[in-house]
């Protein structure tokens, strides 16, 4: 993760950093869509998730403005739309995700600010 040095000389996770993280996995990992006593449906073209759920490794950009560009590496569950092909996050895996990545940014903060 990038890290810049405050003008105290301590180094720090940038400002907007973990908003431009937030964004890019919204953008890259597509969420299938949760329905009540069923599969899932897709997040593109609604039909119902049949296919299995399995691991992948799937890599995130993140380009904040004014900062390097960082890539962010997830292993997580992910399950292919058997009508159009889209991978997509299962909607029971959306709050995991979410909790993993404040997690990272929460710890990426604390080892910069020597806590």
Known sequence: MPVVVCTCGRPRVPEGFDDAARQAWVDALPVARARVLRADACASCATSMSM??????????????????????????????????????????HDDLNRSIDALLRAAAEATSGS
């Not at 759920?53 to 590496?73: E, G, I, M």
């Not at 292919?80 to 889209?86: D, I, Q, W």
Request: glycine fraction near 2%; include cysteine; hydrophobic fraction near 30%.
């Open 52 to 93: 299995p759920v399995r691991r992948t490794d799937r890599a995130v950009t993140v380009s904040p403005p004014d900062l390097d560009v960082t890539t962010l590496r997830f292993d997580l569950p992910m399950q292919r739309c058997s009508e159009c092909g889209l991978d997509q996050v299962p909607s029971r895996s």
